[in-house]
């Protein structure tokens, strides 16, 4: 049978201006803190290997969408699987969700020893592929420097990782690869000393694919080629046996949709995949959709009402990684235990998703998230007298620990990025006079920065992200010990 016939031209550039009028562009809902009926989504993307320039917040998911090596190199698999396994013991991560991209040639097994090796490691010995991509599952650490930061899980939580579907693995390190696959993150939680437990059920699929680009790993044609790949998101397709729910809450692809994110600098062209932006709002319709790729959208958060779509790159255009993570709440519904026991139909659907493992569900219905928020540091409150403050301690330490209002409790137990180098003092005296907000605008082209090297310009913002991963860590402890 003949193909039909498409309604959407596969350019980006030809088919945005058809969609535009009638897509949804609005800002997400937005808050600092955090509520007890959550899990926090810490989202990184396009670090290449410059990983070790961040700083992180702490959270319960860790996601990386593609792109955490230059070409694919061991050795920098290798650091990178390190330090998310730092995050994930440091930090108090549950879950570590990762997806490659075009630039993890390795990864792509095919497509490496056809070609891919010999465009561009000819001059240097060739990777073993195989090998390479099993570091990400396999390496695992036997001590942590720093283990009086480590964070022991709460006995009352239990965190289980389910693979449902695709390609991937969970690791024998906990580190969750996924390569068009499907996985279901599950948290059983005591209600009470002597309660029935509640279970949050999150479901993530992962895709490193996104349209062709230069001849890197993952590439597909625009056209059926990427529509192909895209219906493998899974879906509810008969609402008679599913109840028109959704099947993933959480979407992660390498590359963007149309329209989210994908503009490229300085031509102005999109670059987002048309037949994904179509699978995604009109069959899969996730709650959150991460991505990268595209590094000039990089903290482009936008929302059509039902999905909210982020463009989490931390590499800049110029390879720095000084982009800000970025956070987001999945809320979960607050229902009385006496009614959730009382719904019959939830269990069966959990089981049918899970396979049928009815002796892994609790008694209890599982409960999904209902919405997703964006989360601000406290930072963004910050007054030009708590900025002062804070600048003003730099002058006396070589760390940017948190000052100006923070609790001392919460000093220096964030992040994984730490500056060695005194603060530029010629940058303290440009800084002066900004409130939190302005401070967090700070990049390389800002005017107040013009007297600085380029190597301390990336120095004061990084300061800047590491006091903002700070504030997420003070704002949340503050409220989980409130709760």
């Known amino acids: 049978s003949k193909t039909a016939q498409r309604e959407l031209p596969c350019d980006p550039d030809r088919a945005w201006p058809l969609v535009k009028n009638k897509q949804i562009m609005n800002r997400p809902k937005v808050h600092i803190g955090c509520s007890a009926n959550k899990q926090r989504i810490v989202c990184v993307s396009d670090t290449h290997g410059r990983h070790r320039g961040i700083s992180l917040p702490r959270g319960d998911i860790l996601i990386h969408c593609g792109d955490f090596t230059d070409t ?48 561009f490691h000819k001059h240097t010995n060739k990777e073993n592929p195989m090998e390479t991509k099993r570091i990400l599952t396999t390496l695992t650490l036997e001590s942590i420097e720093n283990e009086k930061e480590e964070v022991m899980p709460m006995n009352d939580v239990i965190n289980e990782a389910v693979f449902i579907s695709g390609g991937g693995e969970i690791g024998q390190n906990g580190i969750i690869y996924l390569e068009d696959g499907l996985v279901e993150l599950r948290q059983t939680r005591q209600q009470a ?150 719904d019959k139909s939830c269990a069966s659907d959990v089981n049918d998703r899970s396979g049928g493992g009815g002796d892994t569900v609790p008694s209890s219905c599982p409960l999904r998230p209902q919405e997703v928020v964006q989360v601000q540091s406290s930072l963004h409150e910050w007054s030009v007298v708590q900025v002062s403050d804070w600048l003003q301690s730099l002058e006396t330490t070589e760390n940017s620990e948190v000052s100006g209002g923070a609790s001392e409790s919460h000093k220096g137990k964030t992040a994984l990025a730490h500056r060695s180098n ?32 380029l190597k301390d310009k990336i120095e004061v913002i990084r300061a800047i992200r590491h006091l903002e991963a700070q504030l997420f860590q003070s704002v949340q402890s503050v409220d989980a010990t409130s709760s």
């Open 193 to 342: 000393m002597m309660g029935p437990a509640s279970q949050h059920v999150t479901t993530i699929y992962g895709s490193p694919y996104q349209p062709e680009f230069c001849d890197w790993a993952f590439n597909l044609d625009r056209g059926e080629p990427c529509k192909l790949k895209w219906d493998e998101i899974p879906s509810c397709t008969d609402p008679s046996s599913c109840n028109n729910e959704r099947v993933v809450d959480v979407l992660l692809t390498h590359g963007p949709p149309l329209g989210r994110g994908d503009i490229l600098h300085p031509s102005g062209n999109r670059s987002g995949c048309v037949d994904l932006l179509t699978r995604v709002q009109n069959h899969v319709k996730p709650l959150f959709h991460a991505f990268g790729h595209i590094h000039e959208g990089s903290g482009e958060v936008t929302s059509d009402g039902v999905t909210t779509f982020a463009n989490a790159s931390t590499c800049n255009f110029h390879y720095q990684s000084i982009n800000a993570v970025l956070v987001f709440d999945l809320m979960f519904p607050e229902v009385a235990q006496e009614d959730v026991l009382s």
């Open 422 to 453: 005194p603060f530029p003092q010629l940058a303290i005296k440009s800084l002066q006079g900004l409130s939190g907000n302005e401070l967090m605008m700070i990049h390389p082209l800002t005017d107040r920065l013009d007297e600085l090297s």
């Open 72 to 119: 694919g190199q061991a050795k920098q698999v290798k650091d990178f699987t390190k330090w998310l396994l730092e995050a994930k013991t440091q930090l108090g991560f549950s879950h570590v969700v990762v997806i490659a991209g075009n630039h993890d040639i390795t990864f792509h097994e095919q497509y490496y020893l056809e070609r891919g090796g010999a465009n």
